[in-house]
T-cell receptor
Framework: DVKVTQSSRYLVKRTGEKVFLECVQD?????MFWYRQDPGLGLRLIYF???????EKGDIPEGYSVSREKKERFSLILESASTNQTSMYLC???????????FGPGTRLTVL | SQKIEQNSEALNIQEGKTATLTCNYT??????LQWYRQDPGRGPVFLLL?????KEKRKERLKVTFDTTLKQSLFHITASQPADSATYLC????????????FGTGTLLAVQP
């Protein structure tokens, strides 16, 4: 079974803090994704990576950056957290060629 | 722009009945559609994939159809159980060389005992 883990299930941070969300997968998938999910808005793609050190902006990259130094690890960074970044953050890996995605359990981030 | 639409209203059905969820796509022709299940506070879990050249796909009590004329996929759960209560997401590839998916906002299914 594909296993995707995220560093925290719940996180509370203050406005202006730098926040790191980590995602680790054990299935050797090339593609990894970061989404945020908000009620009524569904899953919105923030960034994705198709190889080590490679990244591509998704639909809502503003206020975020990512890092992929190793194939199994994909980090999402909030440079200066703001209250409108309070959300559920989901990491996923993608399996070619069907593009089926496998999700982690999610991190519920609250920015105060 | 490419879009996936699902009925945002919750679907309430009685245990034992067949649940049918709808997914419509606009402005493109996906090579496949995927269905995921999401429980509250959890990440989505992949259920089924159907390709454009397949009319129907089954897995246990689940059935998915793909109608390229109507630009629609239907997701059926037969003999539904309260444990099937969850949000179901439809997704498709964005096309081209990208590996990204477009997700619908999901439909909440509530199966009453």
């Amino acid at each position: 079974d594909v296993k995707v883990t995220q560093s925290s299930r719940y996180l509370v941070k203050r406005t202006g803090e730098k926040v790191f969300l980590e995602c680790v997968q054990d299935m050797d998938h090339e593609n990894m994704f970061w989404y945020r999910q908000d009620p009524g808005l569904g899953l919105r793609l923030i960034y994705f990576s198709y190889d080590v050190k490679m990244k591509e902006k998704g639909d809502i990259p503003e206020g975020y950056s990512v890092s992929r130094e190793k194939k199994e690890r994909f980090s999402l960074i909030l440079e200066s957290a703001s209250t409108n970044q309070t959300s559920m953050y989901l990491c996923a890996t993608g399996d070619s060629p069907t593009d089926t995605q496998y999700f982690g359990p999610g991190t519920r981030l609250t920015v105060l | 722009s490419q879009k996936i639409e699902q009925n945002s209203e919750a679907l309430n059905i009685q245990e034992g009945k067949t649940a049918t969820l709808t997914c419509n796509y606009t402005n493109y022709s996906p090579a496949y559609l995927q269905w995921y299940r999401q429980d509250p506070g959890r990440g989505p879990v992949f259920l089924l994939l159907i390709r454009e050249n397949e009319k129907e796909k089954r897995k246990e009590r689940l059935k998915v159809t793909f109608d390229t004329t109507l630009k629609q996929s239907l997701f059926h759960i037969t003999a539904s159980q309260p444990a099937d209560s969850a949000t179901y997401l439809c997704a498709s590839g964005r096309g081209g060389a990208t590996n990204k998916l477009i997700f619908g906002t999901g439909t909440l299914l509530a199966v009453q005992p």
